[in-house]
Structure formats: C-alpha cells, structure tokens
C-alpha cells in the first residue's frame, strides 16, 4: 500500500523529529514556570529558552514575545487588546482576524490577492481617529506576500498601529520586526513544524496591550495562565530549525512551479490565484473548472492525497472562499479552488501522485460533462 501524500502544510506542518524530543523530554519534567523551587526554575528556564528562539526568528528581543496558545489566540489579544477607535483590516485576512473585529473597515485587495495601498490611504485620510491597520504578511490560502513595510508607514504617518499575522509567513520568508515597521505580530507554532497549543503574540517596545486572559501575572501581566512548557519548548526548538532553513526554499519552489506547469498542461484553463504576485514557496491555490472544491478534496483523499479547500478552520463546512471572491473570482470559480501547500518531507513523487490523482479526476470530470444525456 502507498503511503499518504500530505500537501497540506498550511493547515499544520508535521513535527520534526528534534521537535517531537524536544517536547517529549519537557513532558517528562516536573514544575510550574512559576513556582521558585528548583523543579519551577527549570520549567522557567526551558519557557525562556524557547522565547529566546521565537525572538529570533522575527529579530525581535524575548522580553517582546508574549506566548498564546495559537496564532488564533495571539490575533484576538491584538484585535482586542490595541485600544484604538478604528479598526481596518484587509479583505483576506484570516477569519481570526476578521471574525474578532466585525465591525472593522475593510481594505480591498487587487485581482492578484495584494492589498490596495491607495484605498489604505485613502481610508487613513477619511477620519483622523486613532487606528489600528491588520494585514497579514502571506495569506493562508494564496501565498500571495503583502506590502507589509508600506502598509506599515502609510499607517505610521497617519499615528496609526499597525498589526500583523506573520503566521504563514514565518520560517517561510525571512521576517524582521523591526523592518516591517509593524507594532504587533502573530506566530504559530503549528505552522513551522512545531506542535499545535502553542503560539506567540510579539509586541514592539512602548505599545500596550490589555489582556484578555486575567488571572495570574505570568507573560509580564498580558496573558494570565500557566505555560504550556512542553508544547513551547517544541516551539522554540521549530523556530530555530525555521530560521536555520530559511535560505532552503529553493527546492520548494521548484516543486511548486513543476506542479503549477503539470497542472496548466493538464488543464489550460485553470486560474491559479495570485501567480502574478510574490508567493511564499510553498502554496499554490487553483481551480478545476465546473468541480466543487469540496468534490477535489474527497476525491483526492480516496486517492491518498491529502489538500484542502481553503483554510483549516473551515473543515467540515466547506463553502466559497472570502479570499478567492476578494479577488474578483465568482462564486463559482472560487467554488471550484483547492489550496496544495507543500513543506519539509515533500518529495518529487508526492508531486507525482498529486498531478496524478487530480488528472484523474479531472478526465472523468470532463467525460461526465460530454457524455449525452440519457
């Protein structure tokens, strides 16, 4: 039997192996971070170790990372907790985003999935009510790689916030905090081949965010509860293979570009979204004409290929994405797109089976069609 092909990278990384020992040898310690007996300092050491390696990896100071227990979670706490009047985020953020400022404005985007840096500052000159600007660096679903820095200084010039999710971005593109400019930044470790119940919420020096978990005064009084020293601990260990691997995306892009060809050979009339704008490596978003994304997905799952319709907290209610709609597609064509998302154990033959499996279904799809009616 043929293993299983995993191309769904963006939804959760699997462990590598020194993450999976890392956290396996933090489980088997005794204490509490907090407590100040020896088991507690050596919990308090490992948690201090891994903000170290987080910190790094987006060349920010440990004493600006605030641990959270997903990217979810770090994305509320800035939505929340910025203490600003306005609130514009863009029209693909991740519906963690999104779903935590309802009542946000709403920054459009281009037919290639980038952010409209003219509508931004438009709506920046429209009222001078202190604001906080979201936009993500990488989107979940297209790869498509945001302006961040010029979001970051039209906002600034307008003495705005400015919060970014780098949660599909880390380890992936190099990341600087201080470079973009922006004032708060999510990570997940999940996303970087670490373990999932962990992630980081990094704030930049003299900003202040109001937690929403009250309690105790652990992460310096913004976010109470005891920290999950097992599951940071893979954190730290993910975020300092990411930043080591980051000049090795070569090889991923090469993958990426064989399957896009493969696929457009196959079928010329596919869209892949957002291929005119800078992509991470990794992700390739696309339609099959005339087949529900929800059909490509089962259909590739009987076939050992595991992708998905978008992004993972929509499992189990599959329906047209907002990003793909943001960017002009119809219901139907956005109906029609799955997300591959490749990542450290993606091999050649896994691109194989996938142009396989996806072709197959494709021909029968196109038979279907042309049959005559009974």
Not at 21 to 27: F, G, H, L
Not at 209 to 228: D, K
Request: aromatic share 2%; hydrophobic share 45%.
């Amino acid at each position: 039997m043929e293993r299983a092909v995993y191309l769904d990278y963006n939804a959760t990384a699997p462990m590598k192996p020194a993450v999976i020992a890392a956290v396996v040898e933090a489980m088997g310690r005794l204490g509490n971070a907090s407590s100040v007996h020896r088991f507690g300092r050596l919990a308090r050491r490992a948690v201090e170790e891994a903000r170290e390696r987080v910190a790094a990896l987006v060349g920010a100071r440990p004493e600006q990372v605030v641990f959270t227990s997903s990217g979810t979670e770090a994305n509320n706490l800035a939505l929340h907790g910025h203490g600003r009047v306005r609130v514009i985020v863009s029209a693909i953020e991740h519906d963690s985003v999104l779903r935590a400022a309802p009542h946000a404005e709403i920054l459009p985007v281009g037919a290639d999935g980038v952010v409209d840096l003219e509508a931004l500052a438009r709506l920046l000159s429209r009222d001078g009510k202190p604001a906080l600007v979201s936009v993500l660096l990488a989107n979940n679903e297209t790869g498509v790689i945001q302006p961040v820095a010029e979001v970051a200084r039209l906002a600034r010039s307008h003495d705005c916030l400015v919060h970014c999710d780098a949660v599909q971005a880390a380890g992936k593109i190099p990341v600087d905090l201080g470079s973009l400019g922006v004032h708060l930044m999510s990570l997940s470790a999940h996303k970087i081949a670490g373990p999932q119940g962990a992630g980081a919420l990094v704030v930049a020096d003299g900003v202040e965010v109001e937690p929403m978990l009250r309690g105790g005064g652990q992460e310096r009084s913004r976010r109470a509860g005891t920290e999950g020293v097992a599951a940071l601990a893979g954190f730290g260990v993910a975020a300092e293979l990411a930043r080591e691997g980051l000049g090795n995306t070569a090889s991923l892009t090469r993958l990426r570009d064989d399957l896009e060809r493969r696929v457009l050979d196959l079928a010329p009339g596919v869209n892949i979204f957002g291929a005119e704008a800078p992509r991470v490596a990794n992700t390739s978003c696309f339609t099959m004409p005339g087949v529900a994304s929800e059909t490509q997905v089962m259909a590739l799952d009987l076939a050992g290929v595991a992708v998905s319709a978008g992004a993972a907290c929509s499992s189990g209610k599959v329906q047209p994405s907002h990003v793909l709609r943001a960017m002009g597609a119809s219901e139907a064509e956005a109906g029609g797109a799955i997300r591959v998302s490749l990542g450290w154990r993606t091999s050649a033959a896994d691109i194989d089976r996938f142009v396989e499996a996806w072709g197959g279904l494709f021909a029968r799809t196109r038979s279907a069609m042309a049959a005559p009616a009974a």
